[in-house]
């Protein structure tokens, strides 16, 4: 009974623990500021930001949504492309060899420098922001879904081709399988970068969006509703992040289980 209750506390600090180390790093986020006298142009303290919060939230909560829509969309179309393409690529070496240094250097350009040209296709407002949340998280998918279609073990498909599998066999009974815990995986990576893609789309083109937001309170020199924009993309990732750790767990959590029985 008494290594239970400790097993009980021990869980119970950590559940506490990421509330723990946000609440001490705002405090001594706002005792720095008061103790060095720091312009809020330059760094507002976390209660200046709560006041933005209060002050401008209608305009935040509008924003927020778009955002959030758009990351969303962009992150969707993402995963539909990403996983076709990756299996696509993980079905042949001759596919992978051709069209993996292709995506290589289309990912290697500065997703900043391909907005402009999306402005000029679609116009300023959504459809740009959609396209570069897409474009940003398109890629670790495609490369986690081949990799896991890539590292069968020759063994493994020798002796499948010896019982008399086909290779459209291989590929859905142990290749598609195997491949699913790198997918799943990646996209804790690729929702992150879609909320990246869009606000790099909402800041350089758009009318609205968090992006947009955080733009025009900088040139107003409003530097707390600047980082209010912050907390919420903050926010927004982490809650996204959690729902796909969350399917991770659910949709693979077998690929994990001897791992969790070794902690």
Do not use: C
């Amino acid at each position: 009974m008494i290594i239970d209750g400790k097993a009980k506390r021990g869980i119970n600090w950590i559940g506490l623990a990421p509330w723990i180390y946000t609440i001490g790093l705002f405090v001594i986020w706002e005792a720095a500021v008061w103790i060095f006298n720091i312009r809020p142009v330059i760094l507002p303290a976390p209660s200046a930001i709560i006041e933005a919060l209060y002050k401008y939230w209608p305009a935040i909560q509008r924003h927020s949504i778009q955002t959030l829509f758009t990351t969303t969309l962009g992150f969707g179309l993402a995963v539909v492309g990403g996983l076709a393409l990756g299996l696509l690529v993980g079905w042949s070496r001759m596919i992978y060899a051709g069209l993996y240094p292709l995506m290589v250097g289309f990912n290697a350009i500065p997703k900043v420098a391909v907005v402009p040209i999306l402005v000029i296709w679609f116009g300023i407002g959504t459809i740009p922001a959609i396209l570069t949340a897409f474009l940003i998280a398109f890629f670790p998918i495609v490369v986690n879904v081949a990799t896991g279609l890539a590292t069968i073990e020759p063994e493994t498909e020798d002796v499948l081709r010896a019982l008399g599998a086909k290779k459209m066999d291989i590929m859905l009974k142990v290749g598609i399988p195997r491949s699913m815990p790198y997918f799943f995986g990646s996209l804790k990576v690729a929702i992150t970068l879609a909320f990246v893609g869009s606000v790099i789309s909402e800041t350089i083109a758009a009318n609205s969006g968090l992006g947009y937001m955080m733009a025009a309170a900088q040139s107003q020199f409003n530097v707390p509703l600047v980082f209010a924009g912050l907390i919420m993309l903050a926010v927004e990732g982490i809650i996204m992040y959690a729902l796909m750790a969350w399917l991770e767990q659910r949709m693979t959590g077998w690929a994990h289980r001897s791992q969790l029985g070794n902690a």
